[in-house]
């Protein structure tokens, strides 16, 4: 049946990612005596693993290039092993992570992709990792594209809602605080301690974007029970040609 090739088709393309290229998937059909049942008998012959003979780095991005000693030292992609799909996309994840927590907000691993030639013979596989530059419209209209580098990101001003309320997302708060150069916004008093709110961020105006940051003071701002939940948004700014990221968190009483 349809069904049973298409099963047959998965088995076989889940082997191809995990190295075995040349793999067989067989099957067979047999009936009870009514013949109202099937049952199907699948026949997996892997042939040998496909493994990595050289592992490449390519920089397109001129910002990221000056990294590159250090991203192609910590790979965990090594000649010898077995050529595995999920372990490209690992190392995808973990060259966003990286870059991520070094300024570059915008970077996502949708810019990394990779090549993989199985042609050069003796079950070797020569794979080669690239990273784009930013792609950016050129026109309204968007049918030109520049290529540029990926920018980086400082933390700009920092702004609190206590009072936030998503019924309400327009509501302008009534009452502004500045404690360090920290902004709060609230709906008369404020009911917590600014030290607090203060004490519980990972991050500060100036910095370098670390996301790593950004997560460490969701997570401890979320352990506070007078707040029913919280939400840190980053707006893209440019000032004197740098690239800002003002911080707004939102924290909805509970």
Known sequence: SSETQRSANQISIFLKKHGYFKSDVRYDLSFNRKGNKAKVNYLVVPDS???IADVRFRFDDENILARDEFLMNSTDLKKGDVFDIDELDEERDRIQKYLNNRGYYTFSKDYIIYRADSTIGNRQVDVEMIVKPLRTD???EGDSLVLTPHPKFFMGDITFFT????ARI???PSDTVL???VTFLSNGE???KPDLLL???SFQKGELYQKEKVDQTYRKLSQLAMFRSGNIQMAQQQRDDANVLDCRIYLAPA
Request: overall charge negative; hydrophobic content about 35%.
């Open 170 to 172: 327009n509501a302008i």
């Open 179 to 181: 404690v360090n150069g």
């Open 163 to 166: 009072s936030y309320d998503p």
């Open 49 to 51: 693993a496909y493994r």
């Open 138 to 140: 050129r026109t309204e």
């Open 199 to 201: 004490y519980l961020l």
């Open 190 to 192: 404020l009911e917590i």
